[in-house]
């Protein structure tokens, strides 16, 4: 059975005095209201890792993930930080390729590919993610986009690697914008991953991979997002950094 997992994308927002609340608050939340088998992802900025790993370490329902790494081992790279780096102070997942990073840093999926690459070598499960923008959707090209971006990084895996690989459907539209997709959108483009991971690498290895949905997810959206058949979570990004929102988010999941 493939895992249910709700991931907070907290993106560039809080100070260490506000996550720390944050992760006590979503940890007793959760621990006193959520009986579920969903695994709990928190991906905060660089700096709250390590607190955010003291805190979460006795809540094993609870892992953490970096939002980026860099795409080298180590060296003289002024500002980055590695994959060895977040594997040492707890991160056990890290978001590779999201939308911002595309847009605002022209990630390529050379360098995409680089940093799953680091990411497994060094025991993270990368959260890989997909999407198109608003265009593409209207011109009628998001399954191009979305298989271009599948067999450009992911299909240069082997399935060994690919079955580490959690996958999110964030549409550029959605994220940010209070547009969340349609369950329907949402699940037609969640079968088209699935069934292209399946073409490639085998139904077995289709059916592991979980596949999670992103863009203005809520508490009052998500219970009907989750309850597609190919829809294993959510990735969240403003609706993670309210306890009470995100928590009801997490119940979502069975
Ligand atoms: P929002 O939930 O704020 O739309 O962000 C989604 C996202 O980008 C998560 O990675």
Request: glycine share 8%; charged share 20%; net charge negative.
């Amino acid at each position: 059975m493939r895992k249910k997992i709700a991931a907070g994308n907290w993106k560039m927002n809080l100070d260490l005095t506000q996550a720390q609340t944050l992760i006590s608050e979503l940890t007793q939340m959760i621990n006193d209201e959520y009986s579920g088998s969903a695994e709990v992802v928190l991906a905060p900025p660089f700096p709250f890792l390590y607190p955010a790993h003291h805190l979460l370490k006795n809540h094993s329902r609870f892992h953490l993930a970096a939002q980026n790494i860099y795409t080298k081992e180590s060296g003289a790279y002024t500002g980055e930080c590695s994959a060895q780096m977040i594997q040492s102070v707890g991160a056990s997942h890290c978001i590779i390729g999201h939308s911002e990073r595309r847009q605002y840093f022209g990630e390529s999926h050379d360098q995409l590919l680089a940093k799953i690459r680091l990411c497994l070598r060094f025991g993270i499960y990368p959260i890989y993610c997909v999407g198109e923008t608003l265009s593409a959707r209207e011109s009628g090209k998001t399954f191009e986009v979305i298989q271009q971006q599948t067999e450009q990084v992911l299909f240069l895996l082997t399935e060994d690697e690919v079955r580490k690989i959690i996958v999110a459907y964030e549409p550029v539209w959605a994220i940010g914008t209070g547009k969340t997709a349609t369950p329907q959108q949402a699940q037609e483009v969640h079968a088209f991953i699935r069934r292209i991971i399946s073409e490639k690498y085998g139904a077995s290895v289709a059916d592991e991979t979980s596949i999670l949905y992103g863009g203005s997810v809520t508490a009052s959206s998500a219970p009907e997002l989750f309850s597609q058949p190919d829809i294993d979570g959510g990735l969240v990004g403003g609706a993670s950094l309210k306890s009470r929102e995100f928590a009801e988010i997490v119940k979502a999941l069975p």
